[in-house]
């Protein structure tokens, strides 16, 4: 891929609310009519190596024709914006044999919301639930900002990337309550989340999938939260209950308002 377009650099720069109204220039509305007319089409989250496997692996398993490569901003990132577009080439590569058609990567995304969903009300949920991790949020909200695009699309299948193990390390915002919990949500809105990977632990595994070896949190965006979660010495505590109440008493009903409030406007 070449050096990325000024114009997307001026957008991953400012970071606007970017969820339904795309540029003609990012996505026409000669590729919106394609993509509603052509059919088992699937919206595929794009970041690091396991999102990239994980649509592979999707489409060996099922009858998809397209994918739309996202690639989702928060305000937390720093690294090379460069690098997810350039597995996007991998991404078409890997899936060219197959014949199926990838798409122009969009890029969305709302600080502004994650910035409600994560970052606002961290004392409450310290004093409410004794333990919280942005972490958490952050990948429903990476999930919910897709169903706006998704119902735009008339696209009803999300690939995502998360998986319960990784060689053995546990990441508590992709244990089995929050991969739950993200796709109920989804559901909510009549959207699978599919999630190829989620009980594959090997990383060799996936870079079988992919074809070439790519260590895992290499050759991606970096962010400044990163294993918040963790303790000094590295470890995990799971606070499965904690959890539970963030999703039930306050994420659950804060993404479905915001989302509701976009889709009034498409």
Not at 171 to 191: E, P, T
Request: overall charge negative.
């Amino acid at each position: 891929m070449k050096d990325i377009d000024k114009k997307l650099i001026d957008i991953l720069a400012n970071k606007p609310d970017l969820i339904i109204d795309f540029p003609e220039w990012m996505l026409p509305a000669s590729t919106i009519n394609t993509i509603r007319d052509t059919e088992n089409v699937a919206i595929a989250e794009i970041a690091g190596r396991d999102s990239v496997a994980s649509v592979i692996r999707a489409s060996e398993m099922r009858p998809i024709k397209a994918i739309v490569p996202t690639i989702a901003y928060t305000g937390t990132e720093y690294g090379n914006w460069q690098v997810p577009f350039e597995k996007i080439d991998i991404l078409k590569d890997g899936l060219h044999r197959n014949n199926i058609h990838v798409f122009d990567p969009v890029v969305l995304g709302s600080p502004r919301f994650w910035w409600t969903l994560c970052g606002r009300y961290v004392a409450h949920f310290f004093k409410a639930y004794g333990f919280y991790s942005h972490c958490v949020g952050c990948h429903l909200y990476f999930h919910a900002i897709r169903i706006p695009l998704a119902k735009k699309l008339n696209c009803n299948l999300v690939i995502g990337g998360e998986r319960e193990s990784h060689n053995g390390k546990i990441k508590i915002n992709q244990i089995g309550i929050a991969l739950d919990a993200y796709a109920d949500f989804l559901k909510r809105f009549g959207i699978e989340l599919s999630l190829p990977l989620r009980y594959m632990n090997s990383g060799k595994e996936i870079e079988e999938i992919i074809g070439q070896q790519w260590d895992e949190g290499k050759q991606q965006l970096e962010c400044v939260l990163s294993r918040n979660y963790q303790e000094m010495d590295g470890s995990v505590s799971l606070y499965e209950k904690a959890l539970k109440q963030f999703f039930e008493e306050f994420a659950f009903e804060a993404s479905e308002e915001a989302i509701k409030n976009y889709l009034i406007k498409l």
